[in-house]
């Protein structure tokens, strides 16, 4: 299964609010906290942004305003093109003023996470991780312990996203296999790395991590991922089953199904 992943920073949002549709400056403009409403903005712009790249559809800001992400009951992110639902999946993460989304095909299992690489404590290791990945945290050097706690929460959190269960699942009931040269990964920040995870009653996900400016990505998916694609960089995959059409006075609209998304 191949997955396209896109990132974008705050300075990247643009300061006025065109690109949102009705509906979802609606729901922005409810949110108290600006905190609440920055991230929201930043998380929209960033799928809006991978999923234009993706389908090969209008870049023009006003434009964006047709594409929307709304939640779903679950929480999980359901993508609308032109006030029908899409035919694609996405899964949004995002951390510290910058935002992921990773965009995949319909009715799949994928998962994505951001995590910043910083110091966490000994009950946050004791509450959180397998006796296996405690051991290996117990073993691995000072230095290299940030970034290896950030990379084993960031796997779980993808998984939980993958799963569509949330924090509603015990963590410990999720193990992260890592390669023996996972310290390394660092070296070549733009390089994306393969791991495992396993989870009893669901198998075993195959997922990818990459470290960079502080910040642990990683996306997890079943079936097998190849290594994710840059949404805007790579070569975006033409939709099936779907049908475009123009009305309105040249407006394009979409039309599909009704999809499961992540």
């Known amino acids: 299964m191949e997955i396209y992943w896109l990132e974008q920073t705050e300075p990247d949002v643009p300061a006025d ?40 559809l ?19 992110p359901e993508v609308f093109l032109y006030g029908e639902p899409a035919d694609v999946a ?20 994928f998962g994505c996470d951001l995590e910043r690489i910083e110091p966490r ?3 946050f290791v004791a509450d959180y991780f397998t006796a296996a990945e405690q051991g290996l945290i117990e073993r691995t050097n000072l ?18 996203k993958a799963l569509r269960v949330g924090l509603r699942l015990d963590t410990r009931r999720i193990s992260v296999v890592l390669s023996d040269d996972w310290s390394q990964g660092t070296s070549h920040p733009e390089k994306w790395r393969p ?3 396993h989870h009893p009653p669901a198998g075993s996900f195959e997922g990818w991590w990459r470290a960079q400016h502080d ?34 006075k040249g407006r394009r609209c979409f039309s599909s199904g009704r999809s499961t998304l992540s």
């Open 195 to 197: 791991f495992q995870l």
């Open 90 to 109: 996405i899964s949004l993460s995002h951390r510290a003023g910058t935002a992921l989304c990773t965009v995949g095909p319909p009715l799949s299992n």
């Open 143 to 160: 230095p290299d312990r940030s970034l290896l706690l950030a990379l084993l929460w960031s796997g779980k959190e993808s998984a939980l």
């Open 215 to 248: 910040l642990v990505r990683t996306v997890v998916g079943d079936p097998p991922l190849s290594s994710p694609l840059h949404a805007i960089q790579g070569h975006p995959l033409a939709l099936t089953a779907t049908s475009y059409f123009w009305k309105e």
């Open 17 to 56: 609010d065109h690109w949102l549709s009705p509906e979802e400056s609606i729901c922005l403009h409810s949110m108290r906290f600006a905190k609440r409403r920055n991230d929201w903005r930043l998380g929209r712009w960033t799928a809006k942004r991978a999923l234009v790249a993706h389908l090969r």
């Open 121 to 123: 404590s000994e009950a």
């Open 58 to 76: 209008p870049t023009d800001i006003r434009a964006l305003a047709d594409v929307e992400v709304h939640a779903a009951e679950s929480g999980a």
